[in-house]
């Protein structure tokens, strides 16, 4: 028995102690060779008809470069830099025949970005929901939390902490009525008072059907986008900008990107994201949408005409990342980490199998063993 437990805790100690060092090394050797990376900003360009990059090489005067390598200024850029032209008095009054104003730039001009990091989070069953009609005209933080079940969507009043019975009965009725199944697959909502107005949630129902649900004057407002029938939804996102003419981005399984307007019109654009595994950053204006998709390896940016998101232009970039001489490939068979740029979750992961590295550990194990036999231990 005493044999068995000193064996049990020399074990022990070794497969901690393995375990250890497939995450701390690898880690530490990431520390002392990494070399900082970033990629340049870029934008399509209304004046040039081209994508053009952030330059700041120089010092701290803007350049701006574009495909071609030519250096500009941020005039080729007007409706990004507007409140310095327009303090300049630089601003153009009209750009390919489109009007242009402060405050037509200011009305259409906005930007968003998002992360497998919480694209692949599984989200909280209580999600809030408030009034988008409110009493003072201003919007106030929400007093109500929604949470969908099977039998229907469940309302609760925060203040009390217990089910409002009535907007229960209201909502699961008013979804029920236009062919929702439950319980909501996918749900997207931005429930802060820091915005102009509130168009509720965005929300697929069990068999994938596309869906608007918001809180109006205490009621519900529901609707179902027979646009979006047929399509394999995977992301929905809904947009809540000054110009009132996107309501949300919806991808599909095959990462196809999709403009929701309004109206329920479902436009299918060039653009191709993939939610689960890139970064995407969108800059959209009076005139056109930059959609930029990236990852470690590289990115894609797509220049869409914001008048009927067609397409315009597109650009591809591959990082040119440092190559430096990795040691833990040749020592290590595998790399253990617990988080990750993906997901919000800890837990153990492998990672970067290296047959080297499982050779030359074979070979260090062997001869630990054989030296230890040698000398009697």
């Not at 000054?242 to 981005?249: A, F, N, P, T, V």
Request: glycine share 6%.
């Amino acid at each position: 028995m005493t044999f068995n437990m000193k064996t049990a805790g020399k074990g022990f100690i070794i497969f901690s102690t393995a375990a250890l060092a497939l995450w701390i090394v690898p880690w530490i050797c990431a520390i002392i060779t990494a070399k900082p990376f970033s990629a340049p900003f870029t934008m399509y360009s209304p004046i040039l008809h081209d994508f053009t990059y952030i330059d700041r090489s120089g010092g701290k005067a803007l350049k701006l470069i574009d495909s071609k390598g030519n250096v500009h200024g941020d005039e080729v850029q007007p409706l990004f830099y507007y409140m310095v032209l327009t303090g300049r008095g630089a601003l153009p009054k009209e750009i390919d025949g489109h009007k242009i104003t402060p405050e037509l730039v200011k009305k259409y001009r906005y930007s968003m970005s998002e992360k497998p990091q919480y694209v692949n989070t599984k989200p909280a069953p209580a999600q809030l929901l408030m009034e988008s009609v409110p009493v003072r005209l201003e919007l106030q933080d929400p007093e109500h939390a929604m949470i969908f079940h099977k039998d229907g969507l469940h309302i609760y009043e925060m203040n009390s902490n217990s089910e409002d019975k009535a907007k229960t009965e209201a909502f699961t009725k008013a979804l029920a009525d236009i062919g929702f199944r439950f319980p909501a697959k996918l749900t997207s909502g931005n429930p802060t008072h820091r915005k102009e107005f509130d168009e509720g949630y965005l929300l697929t129902d069990s068999t994938g059907r596309l869906y608007q649900l918001k809180m109006t004057d205490g009621r519900p407002e529901a609707r179902h986008f027979s646009s979006a029938d047929g399509i394999s939804i995977k992301y929905i996102s809904i947009v809540e900008i000054s110009s009132r003419e996107i309501l949300g981005y919806v991808v599909d399984n095959d990462n196809v990107f999709y403009v929701l307007r309004p109206s329920g019109e479902l436009i299918k654009t060039d653009a191709v994201w993939n939610p689960q595994k890139e970064n995407l950053y969108i800059s959209g204006d009076l005139l056109y949408h930059t959609i930029k998709a990236s990852d470690s390896d590289g990115e894609r940016i797509y220049a869409l005409r914001t008048s009927d998101f067609s397409f315009e232009n597109k650009m591809e970039r591959r990082y040119d990342k440092p190559q430096s001489f990795n040691i833990c490939r040749w020592i290590l068979p595998f790399r253990i980490y617990f988080v990750s740029g993906n997901d919000s979750y800890v837990k153990p992961r492998i990672k970067d199998f290296s047959w080297a590295g499982t050779i030359v550990s074979i070979l260090a194990i062997t001869g630990i063993i054989f030296w230890r036999r040698r000398h009697g231990n």
